[in-house]
């Protein structure tokens, strides 16, 4: 069975700076997709980013960069230039790419709440 | 905006109550999932669609049933509510072939 891990619970961050949110995950695919969503106080859930297993670039989505370790299974998120609006929690997440019973369902890991500092 | 709504947002019900929480979608989507959030968990899948009348388990379906009678619209049932069934829930739909899910707004369901 895949597992999604994030290992910080909390996160702080001064407004106008980066921060790194990690997450590891397990699994025996060589195809997949990893995720990272965020979840405002409003408790709407919402894909920040993308990343293919099989891409060696990493993706990038405005001030959202990710770190993908294939080999070593990490999938990191960097939050360039912080922003107020960025406090919220962030949930890493995987899905195998494969079709037939995979039917693209997710694994998330348990969240990291990011705060930022005026 | 991917025109996912559920229903009630929020419940307040007894232990030993039936429960039924509806998500309904308005894009014809395939592939309908049902999630339950608890801290320290993150969000774990309890039941899935992959069409009309077929669903399957999840993560954590004990406790849960779903149906799925129209492509538009995916119950959730709580055949008799326990405290531990105490969460939010969340619908969401595959809407790419990247895998991509984009979910409902959630509902908060708490059982005394």
């Known amino acids: 069975a895949q597992t999604v891990t994030q290992s910080q619970p909390e996160m702080s961050v001064q407004e106008a700076e980066t921060v790194t949110l990690s997450c590891t995950y397990d699994t025996s695919e060589s195809d997949y997709y990893l995720f990272w969503y965020k979840q405002p106080p409003s408790r709407q859930m919402i894909l920040v980013i993308r990343?293919?297993?099989?891409?060696?670039q990493n993706a990038t989505e405005n001030r959202f960069s990710v770190n993908f370790q294939k080999a070593a299974k990490s999938f990191s998120l960097k939050i360039s230039d912080s922003q107020l609006g960025d406090a919220a929690m962030y949930f890493c997440?995987?899905?195998?790419?494969?079709?037939?019973?995979?039917?693209?369902?997710?694994?998330f890991g348990q969240g990291t709440i990011l705060t930022v500092h005026p | 905006d991917a025109g996912i709504t559920q229903s009630p947002r929020h419940k307040v019900t007894e232990t030993g109550t039936p429960v039924t929480l509806r998500c309904h979608q308005t894009e014809n989507h395939r592939y309908m999932y049902w999630y339950r959030q608890d801290p320290g968990h993150g969000l774990r899948l309890i039941h899935y669609s992959y069409g009309v009348k077929d669903t399957d388990k999840g993560e954590v379906s004990d406790g849960y049933s779903v149906s799925r009678s129209k492509t538009e619209d995916f119950l959730l049932t709580l055949e008799s509510a326990t405290s531990s069934q105490t969460s939010v829930y969340f619908c969401a739909i595959k809407d790419s072939p990247y895998n991509e899910q984009f979910f409902g707004p959630g509902t908060r369901l708490t059982v005394l």
């Open positions: 990343q293919e297993a099989y891409k060696q």
């Open positions: 997440a995987y899905s195998p790419r494969g079709g037939g019973t995979s039917y693209g369902k997710l694994t």
